[in-house]
């Protein structure tokens, strides 16, 4: 009995600890997030990477927002609603807000393509944030692509970033990286949210790398009902990335597409190093998934191969034999390590456990198997921007 009374005790000492925390008033000191359209003042962040909303909506019954655990949004005299999120980790999220029952974008916040749709998102500042910021060095530029794709019969929509001085020394060619998106996500996610353009041109200027294009197409979107925009499959092929029941990841129309149009018209149109050696590809989630299943069927294209929160296992789950996975490209290490100059592994440490130890089983099987990579793991941050921005 006292010891069931001491447990009752100490239970209601830790709850009472609790909810004084819950209850605990933010930190006041709020400033507008960079991710906000020009002049705006809400959302704002504080030092705790609580978010604060102000929505004016006098006639609304009911105001929130997509975050879980969110306080209750409160009324004005002015007919503003305000609110504020838990904590959360620093890095780039997607949101909506709840306006008597219907989700709708936030009319303050920048939109961006993610979730399978335009909407709002905030950013919450990075110790690290330097290395995607916007600086005083030579910039390249994301230059927006249409081409029309034989294969498919159709127009397809794409951006490539040159890197500085492209136009001003017209002799120099460059390698390419083929970078890809994730379900949910298009072609301009890694320019807009990812900031790939910036992290470059600061590297370039740090003497941290050597200058090279980077080309990003639509790999398709597994969250559409049917395929999106000009971005059909070819047809002929099924593609679920491109429409089709979600969950179904059928990359075989994206492969189709990359082949035998987007790289050759890249090459064609830019000052590219148009070889194996020269040609790197990468994604994240599902752009790592087929970055890992196109790739490795073609390393007479590829020798540079990368995959964060995606490609190496993560997905599947399970265990991994580098001899016989992949058709056996792997089975005698000696031969491809010779093929492939970088496989690059990264994943956050805070991302779901299975997705974690996945790629870090994977990681392990290579390891043991006389696969040369590298793996990184992104500390404090879950299956979003700032760990595929690292």
Request: hydrophobic letters at 35%.
């Amino acid at each position: 009995m006292k010891m069931n009374l001491s447990l009752l005790a100490l239970t209601s000492i830790l709850c009472g600890q609790l909810c004084a925390a819950e209850d605990k008033p933010p930190a006041d000191d709020w400033k507008p997030a960079t991710s906000n359209q020009a002049g705006k003042q809400y959302p704002q962040v504080n030092s705790e990477g609580r978010v604060k909303f102000r929505i004016m909506a006098p006639k609304a019954q009911s105001v929130g927002v997509s975050f879980k655990d969110s306080s209750t949004f409160t009324k004005g005299d002015d007919g503003a609603w305000v609110g504020y999120t838990r904590p959360l980790d620093e890095g780039f999220h997607y949101y909506t807000l709840n306006i008597d029952g219907a989700e709708v974008p936030d009319p303050n916040s920048f939109y961006f393509y993610g979730s399978g749709r335009w909407g709002s998102a905030v950013e919450i500042p990075a110790q690290d944030a330097d290395f995607y910021a916007l600086k005083d060095v030579p910039h390249g530029q994301l230059r927006e692509i249409n081409y029309f794709s034989k294969s498919s019969k159709t127009n397809r929509h794409a951006f490539v970033y040159t890197p500085p001085d492209y136009d001003k020394d017209t002799t120099t060619r460059y390698p390419v990286l083929y970078l890809q998106h994730g379900a949910g996500e298009d072609e301009t996610g890694w320019g807009r949210q990812g900031h790939a353009g910036r992290i470059l041109d600061n590297l370039i200027a740090e003497g941290k790398a050597k200058p090279f294009i980077i080309a990003m197409e639509f790999g398709g979107n597994p969250f559409a009902g049917g395929p999106r925009r000009t971005n059909a499959p070819p047809a002929g092929t099924t593609n679920s990335a491109a429409g089709g029941p979600r969950g179904n990841f059928n990359f075989s129309a994206f492969e189709k597409a990359l082949l035998e149009d987007f790289i050759p018209f890249v090459d064609a149109n830019f000052r590219t190093i148009a070889d194996q050696p020269h040609r790197a590809m990468a994604g994240l989630s599902m752009g790592g998934m087929q970055t890992f299943q196109i790739t490795l069927k073609h390393l007479d294209l590829f020798s540079y191969i990368g995959g964060f929160s995606g490609g190496g296992g993560g997905f599947g789950g399970g265990t991994f034999d580098p001899k016989t996975a992949h058709g056996g490209v792997m089975a005698d290490a000696d031969e491809f390590n010779k093929k492939v100059k970088v496989l690059w592994l990264g994943i956050g440490t805070t991302e779901s456990q299975r997705m974690y130890e996945g790629i870090k089983n994977y990681h392990e099987a290579l390891a043991k198997a006389g696969i040369k990579h590298t793996y990184y793991e992104s500390p404090g941050t879950s299956h979003e921007w700032l760990t595929w921005r690292r």
